[in-house]
């Protein structure tokens, strides 16, 4: 049987390890290293629209399997027709497995080896939440590519800790795969844990390339550690997938973090940063944040950005944004969420173009000095 997901490597940047590719979905091709968008809940925070993602150069977006398992429940996606036809996005759709938010949000927590038992933050029922039950959902939410059941485990954790869950979420992958109903058109990748401990991400990352996933998620990161850690973990995790398959490091979203990524062999990146600080007035620029909702920018009929060509850069003042802020009008997180995810997508296409140039270690010294990344004190971004 084809596998459901493909990756076709085009070229390799030869300064670097950084890979230009394609993912390859039963909804299209999509050009690789990626930014993709997060929509917990089959919607696009800050209210874009799937044809503004579409316009913007969106290509794959997220959807949370926790949050539409409790709401309205994988059946009726199914009866709608699977997450496509449900939210209207002809193109590729990802979901993450739930375990992340079981996790982080559900109360009165029980984790054992075969699940984990959770109440229902709506309205307190008991669920239970196994590595085939988050198949199960995913399978009929529908959406290309699937993510196994893990545990996430804090950066910072015990060793001993961190060694037990590493052996579970694989036991976890491999019951998963098991329980797989539709590989051949849809996609399911393994997430390597590990924390910081070197030897436990090597041995997650043996445990399932040895399951032959048709793509990889490198998990527990960005989750408190430097982004030292992080590149260091990156820099030992990545070599040990496979070159013929995606490689994708779960939730990260900043310029400087998606350009180290890709130099390290990363080809998707998600994240919920970009939608999130936008609805709070805080913009993404070629010059770091731009908080527009300040006093500061009451007189100033500038765009955004003046090196950026998106719709709300071409149309609106940072004036009328604060003003729209100020008055709590929606239009203002609309704008502001479109130029944010625009603003990565447009990096992404540059950093494709600068690996196919072999240029990649240039651009990333021009956009790190003009952010500030490289200074005494740089720039939050």
């Known amino acids: 049987m084809e596998p459901a997901i493909k990756y076709q490597l085009i070229k390799t940047e030869k300064h670097t390890g950084a890979r230009l590719g394609e993912v390859i979905t039963p909804h299209g091709t999509f050009q690789t290293p990626m930014f993709m968008p997060v929509g917990t809940q089959a919607a696009m925070k800050g209210a874009l629209s799937p044809e503004e ?31 496509h036809q449900f939210m209207n996005w002809p193109k590729g759709i990802l979901t993450d497995s739930g375990g992340f938010q079981v996790f982080s949000l559900a109360k009165h927590r029980k984790l054992t080896e075969a699940g984990v038992h959770f109440r229902n933050e709506l309205n307190g029922d008991k669920l239970f939440l196994s590595p085939e039950k988050a198949i199960n959902i995913q399978n009929k939410l529908g959406p290309d590519i699937m993510m196994s059941l893990d545990e996430c485990p804090p950066f910072f954790e015990s060793y001993d800790y961190v060694k037990h869950s590493v052996e579970r979420t694989s036991r976890w992958a491999e019951r998963g795969l098991k329980a797989h109903a539709h590989p051949d058109y849809q996609g399911l990748f393994g997430i390597v844990q590990g924390a910081g401990y070197a030897d436990l991400r090597r041995q997650s990352a043996h445990d399932l390339v040895s399951l032959d996933f048709p793509g990889y998620s490198i998990g527990g990161l960005s989750v408190g550690e430097s982004k030292s850690e992080m590149n260091r973990i990156l820099e030992l995790t990545t070599p040990l997938l496979p070159t013929n398959k995606p490689r994708y490091l779960m939730g990260v979203g900043t310029a400087d973090s998606l350009i180290d990524g890709v130099i390290r062999g990363v080809d998707m990146f998600d994240c919920v940063l970009p939608t999130r600080i936008a609805r709070r007035g805080t913009c993404m620029t070629s010059h770091g944040r731009l908080v527009v909702r300040n006093a500061a920018y009451a007189h100033d009929f500038r765009p955004i950005d003046s090196e950026c060509d998106c719709y709300t850069c071409r149309h609106y003042t940072r004036a009328y944004l604060r003003h729209l802020f100020k008055a709590d009008e929606d239009l203002g997180r609309r704008l502001t969420s479109y130029h944010n995810l625009y603003f990565l997508h447009h990096l992404m296409k540059r950093v494709r173009q600068a690996i196919l140039d072999d240029n990649l270690l240039d651009l990333r010294a021009k956009v790190f000095e003009k952010y500030g990344y490289n200074a005494e004190h740089p720039k939050n971004f």
């Open 53 to 83: 993602l579409d316009e913007m150069g969106s290509q794959v977006v997220l959807a949370n399997t926790y949050h539409l398992w409790l709401q309205p429940g994988p059946d009726l996606v199914a009866e709608a027709g699977g997450l």
